[in-house]
């Protein structure tokens, strides 16, 4: 299939070369210069613009940041034409970022009226999933486009849920990094204390994976440095899944919270401390970082 892929960030790079090495043709696309050399020289064939990537594709698939940048580069603003303006009638567009499910239901509106299929199919998983392959996707959408999108979405990931109608699968993703963001503090507030306390953050760990504590962050995510080799804390906190975005996530959350008027008390308060650690300039840090909040100083 010819696919083109725009967004080669964290998640963006690695899923597109899973596709790459599953047979597709790829035409891939970022804003930034660094990114497209970064993945070019892993093979990944990178177009001249965004427009140029889509010209003969049948799947478009988008990663980027946040709504802004979704809504800016399908329907385009401020004089520029939307990327939905080069896209064939026909064609299978796939947004695997997090954004507002409104923004997502504006797009595939828009996306309907010019004949294109959108569906939303943002991703869990980390950067371990993308790189692994086995990323959950959660797709909000018409069926028939899923069943479109499923073996391109098998490339990439090892679950995939039909949430609901378009806009749905962001906001079954919030619910999850609402709960991701209470966890990541939950649980490096209990390393800070066992680790205040003269435990060894690894033996500590492994006894709360096995017990009643046990979840993600233990088992794959560890956010205390040298406790797990693989996570982003051993890597002083670089890639992985940055602060500021984690912060957006709960921020969406939270506009969500209000309009159906739902109780939310710890994800207010979740996106209140990640909002203090970014402003403590560790916005571009992968967001288990947050254990700095807590961790006695050495
Ligand atoms: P990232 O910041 O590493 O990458 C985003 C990329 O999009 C950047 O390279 C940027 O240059 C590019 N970009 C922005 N606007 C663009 C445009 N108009 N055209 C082309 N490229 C553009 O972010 P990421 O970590 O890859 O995350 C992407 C999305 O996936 C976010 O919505 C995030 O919330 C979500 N997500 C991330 C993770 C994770 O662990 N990193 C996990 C699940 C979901």
Redesign the pocket.
Known sequence: MKIAF????????PMALNLLKAGHTLSA????A??CRKLGAEGLPIAKS?AESVADAEVVI?????SA??E??FLGGGGKPGLLDSIRAGTLVID????AAATSRKVAEAAQAKGIAMIDA??????G??IAGT?TFMVGGETRDLERARPVLEKMGANIFHAGAAGAGQTA?ICN?MLLGILMIGTSEALALGVANGLDPKVLSEIMRRSSGGNWALEKYNPMPGVMETSPASKNYA????TD??L??LGLAQENAAAVRAATPLGGLARSLYAAHSLAGHGAL?FSSVLKLVQKPS
């Not at 943002?122 to 950067?127: A, D, I, N, Q």
């Not at 890639?239 to 940055?242: L, M, S």
């Open positions: 725009i967004g080669l960030g964290n998640m963006g790079g696309f970022d804003l930034s660094d990114a965004a988008s990663m980027l940041p946040a940048h979704v800016g580069l695997s970022s997090t954004i943002p991703v869990s998983g980390g950067t999933g993308a990323l993703k990094n890639g992985g899944f940055g975005l984690m957006k996530d992968d």
